[in-house]
Structures are given as structure tokens and as C-alpha cells.
């Protein structure tokens, strides 16, 4: 079946640091989404991707859709404590397939 | 208007008993998915509904699970004579539009199998 892999699985950052992570496919998606999961709650939406090589940017969260369809990256710039989480890859076809998420820690 | 709506938030049941899951969608969608995610795994598929309608199930067990989606009321996942590995947080997402606009997810239904 169709699988998105993740990595890092974790990362423990310093306040202020940049962070990137990967996501990769066996398949080819259409739309890639990032989601964000805080504990106890289900996650939402931070960006949608719908186009091979788009470049997408909200506040200080950046994602790139992979040329190959096949992949995705997302950039958190300057984190802070409010960044916590476990962000979820996620790739839709006739439904959303979820990564392995990276669980995110910042440290102040 | 309200986000995607789940009751209850937490649910304790016996082992054996019905666990009855309700997701209310947000108002002007009719599209309806089921997600269930163990502890520090993401999450998988089960169900996906339009109204009256199950359009994919193939991420629900056979046996002991069954969701519907009514032409009015919520939607509910339902899981007869409940065991311990159905112990677990699920999720519904609803969508005017998957596409255009992905899915909106709720807060979940934690489910703890005693």
C-alpha cells in the first residue's frame, strides 16, 4: 500500500533555531498537505501543496512539493516554545494517506 | 461556525460492550472520513462517508465495525464487543471539497478498552 516516511522521527531544538523536515513516498500524490498535532488534540492543516516544485510559505513555515511528486520538506525559521508538536506529512489521493510524523521538541 | 464536532471526548468501555463514536461535520461539508491512531503512530484510514453513502471502507476491520453517515444527525462509527486492541484515539475529518480544500479534523474520541 501507499507509505509516507518521515524523518527525523524526533528533533530536540534551541528556541530560535531553524528546523527541517522530510517527507518521502512510494507513490505519487496530486496535493501534499503538513499538518501540525498538539497532545490531545487532531491535527491541523499548516500548509496544502497542489503542484509539482510549488514553494509555499505561511508566517514562518515554508514547504516545498517535490518535483517527482514523490516528496516533500517543510522549514520552521526561528522556533519557538509554541512549536511543539508532531507534524504530519500527508498525501491525498482519493484520501489522505498520513506520514510517520517528527515529534518536535524546543527547548527555551 | 463550529469546527468538526466529536462526542464524547473520552470513552471507557468493557471489554465486550458497543462503543458508539458521533462526529458532527462542519456545516456545508459532505465529505466524512474515520482515523484511528494508536499512541506514537500516526494516523491510518478506515471509513470514508458522503451522505447515506460509504464510499471507501477499506481501512476498517470487517468484522465488529461499521459507520454510517445519515442523511440527518451525525455521523457515527460503531464498534460492537470491543476488545483491548481497539483501544485508541479516533479521529473524523469532514471536507466541502477534498481537493480544493483537504479535510478539517476534530478534537477526537479517545476510547480506553478497561
Known amino acids: 500500500g501507499q507509505q509516507l516516511n518521515q524523518s527525523p522521527q524526533s528533533m530536540f531544538i534551541q528556541e530560535g533555531e531553524d528546523v527541517s523536515m522530510n517527507c518521502t513516498s512510494s507513490?505519487?500524490?496530486?496535493?501534499w498537505l503538513w499538518y501540525k498535532q498538539d497532545p490531545g488534540e487532531g491535527p491541523v492543516l499548516l500548509i496544502a501543496?497542489?503542484?509539482?516544485?510549488e514553494l509555499t510559505s505561511n508566517g514562518r513555515l515554508t514547504a516545498q512539493f517535490g518535483i517527482t511528486r514523490k516528496d516533500s520538506f517543510l522549514n520552521i525559521s526561528a522556533s519557538i516554545p509554541s512549536d511543539v508538536g508532531i507534524y504530519f506529512c500527508?498525501?491525498?489521493?482519493?484520501?489522505?494517506?498520513f506520514g510517520t510524523g517528527t515529534r518536535l521538541q524546543v527547548f527555551p | 461556525n463550529a469546527g468538526v464536532m466529536q462526542n464524547p471526548r473520552h470513552l471507557v468501555r468493557r471489554r465486550g460492550q458497543e462503543a458508539r463514536l458521533r462526529c458532527s461535520p462542519m456545516?456545508?461539508?459532505?465529505?466524512v472520513y474515520w482515523y484511528r491512531q494508536l499512541p506514537e503512530e500516526g494516523l491510518k484510514f478506515m471509513v470514508y462517508?458522503?451522505?447515506?453513502?460509504?464510499?471507501?471502507e477499506s481501512g476498517m476491520p470487517k468484522e465488529r465495525f461499521s459507520a454510517e453517515f445519515p442523511k440527518e444527525g451525525p455521523s457515527i462509527l460503531r464498534i460492537q464487543q470491543v476488545v483491548r486492541g481497539d483501544s485508541a484515539a479516533y479521529f473524523c475529518?469532514?471536507?466541502?471539497?477534498?481537493?480544493?480544500?483537504?479535510?478539517?479534523f476534530g478534537s477526537g474520541t479517545r476510547l480506553t478498552v478497561v
Open positions: 475529518a469532514s471536507s466541502p471539497d477534498p481537493v480544493r480544500y483537504g479535510y478539517t
Open positions: 507513490s505519487i500524490f496530486n496535493t
Open positions: 501543496l497542489y503542484k509539482a516544485g
Open positions: 500527508a498525501g491525498l489521493s482519493d484520501k489522505l494517506i
Open positions: 456545516k456545508g461539508h459532505s465529505h
Open positions: 462517508l458522503q451522505k447515506e453513502n460509504i464510499i471507501d
